[in-house]
């Protein structure tokens, strides 16, 4: 069983939000905890062939990356999955970037997701978000196009 999952639809290519991770000071946001996740992706047959993903995202303090298990893709429409980090909240997210303009279930299941002081990622109903943000910085991204 997942610590955390989300079962919802996207409609409309963009950048969304997916998973959260509060934080009590920056350099926990920033991942002085360990703050890493196990990530599983999938998406339906709903409005195009499915998708799926299996990964890690690594962090440590200052650092992170994601490290792909496996995919199996039969129509792309997950191509690219990133790190943030919201200083003035205190908050880090996984974000993917959906590129088709059609509806289609997503679930997302979050496995090994406490840091060393308890503090635990989330998987969230998917937030639209912006390419760039003021004050939120890209820790890491995967491009899962190739």
């Known amino acids: 069983m997942p610590a955390s999952s989300k079962n919802t639809t996207i409609d409309t290519a963009g950048?969304?939000?997916?998973?959260?991770?509060q934080a009590n000071t920056h350099n926990e946001s920033i991942g002085s905890l360990c703050n890493s996740?196990?990530?599983?992706?999938?998406?339906?047959?709903r409005s195009d062939n499915n998708e799926y993903y299996n990964m890690l995202l690594m962090s440590t303090y200052n650092k992170s990356?994601?490290?792909?298990i496996g995919k199996l893709v039969n129509k792309?429409?997950?191509?690219?999955?990133?790190?943030?980090?919201?200083?003035?909240n205190l908050k880090a997210y996984i974000e993917i970037y959906y590129s088709a303009d059609k509806k289609n279930t997503?679930?997302?299941?979050l496995f090994n997701t406490v840091d060393v002081a308890n503090?635990?990622?989330?998987a969230i109903s998917p937030a639209a978000t912006e390419?760039?943000?003021e004050g939120v910085s890209v820790m890491s991204m995967m491009d899962l196009t190739t």
């Open 76 to 88: 792309q429409c997950i191509d690219k999955i990133r790190h943030t980090i919201d200083g003035a």
């Open 131 to 133: 390419e760039t943000i």
């Open 119 to 122: 503090n635990k990622w989330v």
């Open 37 to 45: 996740v196990n990530i599983s992706i999938r998406r339906d047959y």
């Open 106 to 109: 997503i679930r997302m299941d």
């Open 15 to 21: 950048w969304y939000r997916v998973a959260e991770y």
């Open 65 to 68: 990356k994601f490290v792909l």
